[in-house]
C-alpha cells in the first residue's frame, strides 16, 4: 500500500487549504484513515479520523475548522482546513489501516503565515 499526499502550501492566517492523500495497493473495504501533523521541534500529533463507513472523530485543536472526507471509489482521504491559525502550520501526514497494518504517506507542509 503506498499513500501520496499532497495540497500543502503557504496560506495567510484565515485563510483554507485542502489536503488529498492518494491510496493504491491492495486496499480493503475496511479501513481507517487519518490525519496526523507535525510541527517544528514537536511530537506528532492526531488531527482526524475517517473510517470506511464515514464516521469522523477528530482533536480539539480543529474542531469545527478542519473536515475530513473520503472518496472510497478513488480510495483518497480530504482534509479541509479552514480559519486556518500559525498554530496549524505543520507537516501533515496521512495514514490507512487496515487488518492490523499502517501504512504511511510523505508529509505534505502547511505553512501558516502573513
Known amino acids: 500500500v503506498q499513500l501520496q499526499a499532497s495540497g500543502g502550501g503557504l496560506v495567510q492566517p484565515g485563510g483554507s487549504l485542502r489536503l488529498s492523500c492518494a491510496a493504491s495497493?491492495?486496499?480493503?473495504?475496511?479501513?481507517?484513515m487519518e490525519w496526523y501533523r507535525q510541527a517544528p521541534e514537536k511530537q506528532r500529533e492526531w488531527v482526524a479520523t475517517?473510517?470506511?463507513?464515514?464516521?469522523?472523530n477528530y482533536a480539539g485543536s480543529v474542531k469545527g475548522r478542519f473536515t475530513i472526507s473520503r472518496d472510497n471509489v478513488r480510495n483518497t482521504v480530504f482534509l479541509q482546513m479552514n480559519s486556518m491559525k500559525p498554530e496549524d502550520t505543520a507537516v501533515y501526514y496521512c495514514?490507512?489501516?487496515?487488518?492490523?497494518?499502517?501504512?504511511w504517506g510523505q508529509g505534505t507542509l502547511v505553512t501558516v503565515s502573513s
Open positions: 495514514d490507512l489501516s487496515q487488518r492490523g497494518r499502517t501504512y
Open positions: 495497493g491492495s486496499i480493503f473495504s475496511f479501513n481507517v
Open positions: 475517517i473510517t470506511s463507513g464515514g464516521s469522523t
